[in-house]
């Protein structure tokens, strides 16, 4: 059971709240002094923050890159409410979400267009020393993207978690007219079925254990579902495609998901590993070479994966109502990562 702790001191005197992980599914809503912006840098607080499933991964102590203790909270929409010195474009009051990752700008990574894969690479609300989770935090003005005044707290809280899905969709080439697979019909994989449906996807298969998340992607548009318990899941699923995949997403990224993917993609196809893995996994060697697969990997987002996002949630394929099924304070904020985990919720948020 999940323990909450209240500690610091009292409001009104320069202080706010701010959420720690403590410890395995131990949380702290502490009481730390208001942060100021430094140059190039703003204050912001925070209206909304989702819980991610690298946050419960992590508050398990199962996230391979997030340590504990850590402040939680990357997928967070907030307002503008000081400015750092240097900082131009923006103004108090303005609308804000944030893109986590936070590059050195200097790397070769990042020299070449790929800051979400920065050497030296700190990610907000990820093992940072703030997170989205507090009633204000400061982030460097870069980081941010306009809120259009058409999207509410809620749509705009599903931009940063359409991003992962919309990177991974670009990274897997065209998909226009092509037999896609997504493994797991959880958050991420409705996202990448949105993101691969944009994107002109011409059949998309989803499959997963639960039958109320398969009921749920048929729902928002998957062309067919399978039971992936079924030992006959991977027969089913070319079937139902006619063919080999084209390109299949793996949003559980576990070896027997992995191993499942490798065959549905044989041959000439793409696998591509949305979810974050645990642990390491083995792959078919002989049969990715001999059939010319590709296994590629997708991490995070760069700012024209949040413009899409932005375009496809302003349009309408993405519904914060399909999405979003639990809202909570942030003083139940142990709640939250439990009905996160529980695995009937898609996309839970904490309300700052």
């Given amino acids: 059971m999940s323990d909450v702790q209240q500690s610091g001191a009292q409001p009104g005197d320069g202080t706010m709240r701010r959420v720690v992980v403590e410890d395995v599914d131990v949380f702290a809503v502490t009481r730390t002094p208001i942060p100021r912006p430094g140059p190039g840098e703003v204050l912001v607080a925070a209206s909304v923050a989702g819980v991610c499933g690298s946050d419960t991964h992590a508050a398990h102590g199962t996230h391979p890159f997030v340590p504990l203790p850590y402040a939680p909270g990357h997928e967070v929409v907030g307002v503008i409410r000081e ?61 941010l993207h306009r809120v259009p005044d058409d999207l509410s707290d809620e749509q705009a ?3 940063e978690p359409l991003s992962t899905p919309v990177h991974a969709v670009r990274l897997a080439g065209d998909v226009a007219g092509k037999a896609v697979v997504i493994i797991g019909s959880g958050t991420i994989g409705l996202l990448v079925l949105a993101a691969a ?11 997963d254990m639960l039958a109320s998340k398969r009921e749920r992607a048929l729902r928002l548009g998957a062309s067919a579902v399978v039971d992936s318990a079924s030992p006959e899941a991977t027969r089913e699923i070319r079937d139902l495609l006619g063919e080999s995949a084209d ?26 590993i949305v979810g974050v893995p645990a642990a390491p996994v083995t792959v078919p060697l002989p049969q990715i070479q001999d059939l010319q697969m590709r296994i590629q990997g997708s991490a995070t987002y760069l700012p024209e994966d949040y413009e899409t996002s932005i375009e496809i949630i302003r349009a309408g394929e993405v519904r914060a109502e399909d999405m979003i099924t639990g809202v909570f304070p942030l003083d139940s904020v142990a709640e939250a990562f439990a009905a996160s985990a529980g695995g009937e919720e898609v996309k839970v948020l904490v309300r700052v």
């Fill in 83 to 143: 400015l750092g010195d240097g900082v131009e474009g923006w103004s108090a009051g303005d609308r804000v979400t944030v893109e986590p990752t936070l590059p050195c700008w200097e790397c070769k990574m990042c020299t070449t267009g790929r800051s979400n894969l920065c050497e030296r690479l700190r990610f907000f609300g990820c093992g940072y020393e703030q997170g989205g989770m507090a009633d204000f935090f400061t982030i460097p003005a870069n980081r």
């Fill in 157 to 159: 809280a599903l931009i």
């Fill in 197 to 207: 449906r944009h994107a002109g996807a011409r059949t998309i298969v989803m499959t």
């Fill in 247 to 272: 390109v299949v997403f793996d949003c559980v990224a576990v070896q027997s998901t992995v191993a499942q993917a490798c065959e549905l993609a044989a041959k000439a196809g793409t696998v591509m």
